[in-house]
């Protein structure tokens, strides 16, 4: 498959959608068997994504999803662009239906035209951990990485290789 139609976000859904029954047998198949080599698996698919995918020519996450904004993020990015954490809360957030700080609007308005983070250095640790590939026991984030497969083109190449690949 050509990667760079994955960067395309209605492709993307589309090729995520048809593949979901698949992904949801996979995982309910490793929350079964619980592997102890998953991590060191994904792990190494996510390694294999990123040298594939490159995350400032898609953006999704940045233009479509809206991180959780926690205090320390705040504080961090109101000290990074000399606001005041009032004042950078009025501007920029909102609080959801969890009760949550996420931004006002998406995209991002952090997201520069050409797809770099102006505050990369001081992003949220929402948009640091993101798409979660790299966590420890990844058998309790498979859902959300299934989720994520319809946003991230590397989350859904990893589900591709990980139904490919045998786990014992």
């Not at 395309?8 to 992904?23: C, G, I, R, S």
């Not at 990485?145 to 690949?165: D, G, H, R, W």
């Amino acid at each position: 498959m050509d990667v760079k139609k994955l960067y395309n976000k209605e492709f993307l859904e589309q090729m995520a959608q048809k593949a979901t029954p698949e992904n949801k047998k996979l995982i309910k198949k490793l929350k079964a068997k619980k592997p102890k080599q998953l991590d060191f698996i994904i792990h190494n698919l996510d390694t294999g994504a990123f040298s594939q995918i490159d995350c400032l020519e898609c953006a999704n996450c940045c233009k479509s999803l809206g991180p959780r904004i926690l205090q320390k993020d705040i504080e961090r990015l109101g000290k990074f662009l000399g606001m005041k954490s009032n004042d950078f809360i009025s501007t920029y957030l909102r609080v959801d239906e969890d009760n949550d700080y996420v931004f006002k609007e998406m995209p991002c308005p952090f997201l520069a035209p050409d797809n770099y983070c102006l505050v990369y250095e001081q992003r949220p640790k929402a948009c640091r951990e993101y798409p979660h590939t790299t966590e420890k026991k990844m058998l309790k984030h498979l859902n959300l990485m299934q989720k994520n497969c319809s946003t991230c083109p590397a989350v859904y190449f990893i589900f591709e290789k990980l139904k490919k690949t045998e786990i014992k």
